[in-house]
């Protein structure tokens, strides 16, 4: 079974350009997730879709950072304008939910440095 | 938001020694995950522990659940140069995860 797949891995941009990151989640899972991880600390949630739908996006800056979700499958998040401290890795994760404990499954991020 | 703490933040052993990283919490996890992260990867489930008291073993890897469900351990035994990464532990918040900052595992040959 494919994994979930992220794209670009790297990437650097001056500050106040804007960039794209793109995920696609594994087939048939409804939950995607996107997380940003600063160097040093752990993922911190930016995003959750159920579906097409936005579920939590209380921790996303949304005076820079939009995410969206079309059809239910592929994903993509964008920063316009980038600032120094959004360098850090852009973690996409989905999951398929079964009782009240289920495993989310992640991709191997796309690692985003501002200069 | 669940604050998780993770002790120790750096650990460099040498293979065959044991270690034991530990997670904590001042409120109660309705459950908990242990993830590990490889460098330029994203993290991979290891475990999810879910009642007070409860052990549970993968390998060389034992994770136990603190009885008031505030705490968990995770021992390695026999550690090996396979075992170096980022050890995360993440409690529940609705379907999304709290992450802590992780303990940061080299084991050396």
């Known amino acids: 079974e494919a994994g979930v797949a992220q794209s670009p891995r790297y990437k650097i941009i001056e500050k106040r350009q804007s960039v794209a990151f793109w995920c696609n989640p594994i087939?048939?899972?409804?939950?995607l997730y996107w997380y940003q991880q600063i160097l040093g600390q752990g993922p911190k949630l930016l995003i959750q879709f159920q579906n097409n739908g936005v579920v939590d996006d209380s921790q996303l800056p949304k005076d820079r950072f939009s995410a969206e979700r079309l059809k239910g499958v592929d994903s993509t998040l964008k920063i316009q304008p980038a600032k120094l401290e959004d360098s850090a890795v852009y973690l996409c994760?989905?999951?398929?939910?079964?009782?009240?404990?289920?495993?989310?499954?992640f991709g191997p991020g796309t690692r985003l440095t501002v200069l | 938001t669940q604050l998780l703490e993770q002790s120790p933040q750096f650990l460099s052993i040498q293979e065959g020694e044991n270690l034991t990283v530990y997670c904590n919490s001042s409120?109660?996890?309705?459950?908990l995950q242990w993830y590990r992260q490889e460098p330029g990867e994203g993290p991979v489930l290891l475990v999810t522990v879910v009642t007070g008291g409860e052990v549970k073993k993968l390998k060389r890897l034992t994770f136990q659940f603190g009885d008031a469900r505030k705490d968990s351990s995770l021992h390695i035994t026999a550690a090996q140069p396979g075992d170096t990464g980022l050890y995360l532990c993440a409690s529940n918040s609705g379907y999304a995860l709290n992450f802590g900052k992780g303990t940061s595992l080299l084991v050396t040959p």
């Open positions: 087939s048939g899972h409804a939950t």
């Open positions: 994760a989905s999951s398929l939910v079964q009782g009240d404990v289920h495993e989310q499954f």
């Open positions: 409120s109660v996890f309705s459950s």
